[in-house]
């Protein structure tokens, strides 16, 4: 389906939602005939997806859009107008319009010169719009004060499945928040804060709502300096939480001590399918830790190592524990560059040999699962 539905544009210049329909030069040329045609209502009627990302709407554009989304939006299940300077006036705006959209599921708002204010509206929302399941605001400027405002939208009820907000300069106050909400909402399933400005205890009010929640399946916390401190907040977290599919913590100023945390709680964890630690500084020790894991978890499926200081008899172990781990079908351990004198790194290339085992006991774990699964299994 194309972004409107499929939109087009008929000889007169009118665009029109049909099947099948690509517009070329999407989205800019869309949006200037809807709104110099002067009834862009009857346009949108039958439009189920609306993207006008990156559209450069005026605040004008925005105030028309929002009104015609009240009068004749009925349909439209996903609206995009993220990459626009919306600010918060033109977040209020669409907000307020959007509670006319019965039947929207997803508003992408990304990269819209968001504020705190206009993530106060998007919460206000959030809590009475019971069919909207997912929001995008990453790459905005919400800060604590719009977390926590969103956090307040879930404790109201929101019904929120997704909720995306990397990078928007977020610290420990809005994790917070979220941690206390993690412990009372039933429904939010992903939670993206790349890129924010969490530390360790952030991290430990976000652990505490995991200890409680049997909702949440994703959460990344990628690019925040939570560091070693941290992680031993969400490793613990891991030993009760049994829902978490997928965690992230890439780029987080983690050490061996905290994948060594990770690794004790990840052989009594059943849940944890996707772990995420590319990017920090964990070493050999680290690794072995997580092999000896490795012995005894049967749920782990793929694991990001690269760009760690693992030397290449580290990465044979991981490697080697394969023979008797069947489960894991992804184990990336590309660009680890041990350190070999004060803080120069030194060269690393894996063998050939130990690529082509790394290879042979990932494929043998693939086509194991999908056998026992009778072709049923997702990998």
């Excluded at 399941?133 to 929120?160: C, E, P, S, Y």
């Excluded at 905290?258 to 990017?279: F, H, M, P, T």
């Excluded at 978890?297 to 690269?306: C, F, G, P, Q, V």
């Excluded at 044979?316 to 803080?343: C, K, M, R, W």
């Amino acid at each position: 389906m194309s972004a409107l539905a499929g939109c087009s544009a008929d000889l007169l210049g009118a665009p029109h939602c049909g099947e099948g329909y690509a517009y070329p030069g999407w989205p800019r040329e869309v949006w200037d005939p809807l709104r110099d045609v002067a009834r862009p209502e009857a346009e949108l009627n039958e439009c189920e997806s609306l993207d006008l990302s990156g559209a450069r709407l005026s605040i004008s554009d925005v105030e028309v859009l929002a009104r015609v989304l009240q009068q004749n939006g009925t349909n439209i299940t996903r609206l995009h107008v993220g990459g626009n300077n919306l600010s918060d006036n033109g977040t209020a705006a669409l907000a307020q319009a959007a509670h006319s959209l019965a039947n929207l599921a997803i508003f992408d708002l990304g990269n819209a010169n968001i504020g705190a204010s206009g993530a106060s509206s998007l919460a206000t929302l959030a809590a009475h719009h019971y069919g909207l399941h997912t929001i995008l605001l990453g790459w905005n400027l919400i800060r604590d004060a719009g977390t926590v405002a969103l956090g307040a939208a879930l404790r109201m009820g929101a019904q929120l499945t997704s909720l995306h907000l990397e990078h928007n300069e977020i610290g420990n106050d809005g994790a917070e928040a979220l941690g206390v909400e993690l412990t009372l909402n039933p429904s939010l399933q992903v939670l993206q804060l790349e890129g924010n400005s969490i530390v360790a205890a952030g991290a430990a009010s976000l652990s505490q709502g995991l200890r409680r929640n049997s909702a949440l399946r994703e959460i990344n916390l990628s690019l925040n300096q939570i560091g070693d401190e941290g992680v031993i907040h969400l490793a613990d977290a891991l030993t009760q939480n049994v829902a978490l599919r997928s965690l992230h913590v890439a780029g987080a100023g983690i050490g061996d001590v905290g994948a060594s945390a990770l690794g004790e709680s990840l052989k009594v964890n059943i849940g944890l399918q996707e772990l995420g630690l590319s990017r920090n500084g964990i070493t050999d020790t680290g690794a072995r830790a997580l092999a000896d894991a490795l012995l005894l978890n049967t749920a782990l499926r793929r694991i990001d190592l690269s760009l760690n200081q693992i030397s290449h008899q580290g990465l044979a172990i991981l490697v080697n524990v394969l023979q008797t781990n069947h489960q894991v079908v992804d184990l990336s351990i590309d660009y680890n560059f041990p350190l070999s004198g004060a803080e120069q790194l030194g060269d690393q290339d894996i063998s050939e040999d130990l690529k082509a085992q790394l290879s042979a006991a990932l494929k043998r774990n693939a086509e194991r699962l999908i056998h026992d699964s009778g072709g049923k299994q997702e990998l």
